[in-house]
C-alpha cells in the first residue's frame, strides 16, 4: 500500500498521540516536521482534492497565527488559491497532523477514523 506520509509538529499533543497510536499499531510512516518542511501549493491543492474535505478543514483552528490574522474571516471569503497560499506560508497554519495515503488524507487525530483506513 506504498509508504504513508505523517506530517505532524512533535511539541503538539495531538501529534504525539498518533505517534503513539503508530507505534502502538505497528504502522510505518514516512515523517515529516510540518514547522520545518512545511507542505507546498501543489502538496496542498493535492491533498485537499484527495480529501473531499472543504479546504477550512485543512486550517488549524486554534493555532495562534489563525487567531492572529483573523484567518476565520479569510476562510471564508478568500479563493482556494490564496488559502492554499496561506497554508503553505507557514506550517503552523496547517491543522496537524496529516496523514497521506495513496487514496487517502487524513487531517486531525481520530483514532476511530485511523484504525478503519491504517490497520
Known amino acids: 500500500m506504498g ?9 503538539c499533543s495531538t501529534c504525539q498521540k498518533a505517534t ?3 507505534k502502538q499499531n505497528n504502522v510505518s ?12 501549493k501543489t502538496e496542498l491543492a493535492a491533498w485537499i482534492k484527495k480529501s473531499g474535505l472543504p ?4 486550517f488549524n483552528t486554534s493555532g495562534r497565527i489563525y487567531k492572529e490574522e483573523n484567518l476565520k474571516e479569510k476562510v471564508k ?3 482556494e488559491s490564496e488559502l492554499i497560499d496561506i497554508l503553505a506560508s507557514n506550517g503552523m497554519v496547517v491543522k496537524r497532523p496529516l496523514m497521506i495515503g495513496n487514496d487517502f488524507v ?3 487525530f481520530n483514532e476511530e477514523e485511523w484504525s478503519e483506513r491504517l490497520k
Open 3 to 11: 509508504t504513508k506520509l505523517f506530517l505532524q509538529y512533535p511539541k
Open 77 to 79: 471569503s478568500a479563493s
Open 29 to 40: 510512516v514516512e515523517s515529516r516536521d510540518i514547522t520545518t518542511d512545511n507542505p507546498t
Open 106 to 108: 487524513l487531517v486531525g
Open 20 to 22: 503513539k497510536w503508530l
Open 55 to 58: 479546504i477550512a478543514k485543512f
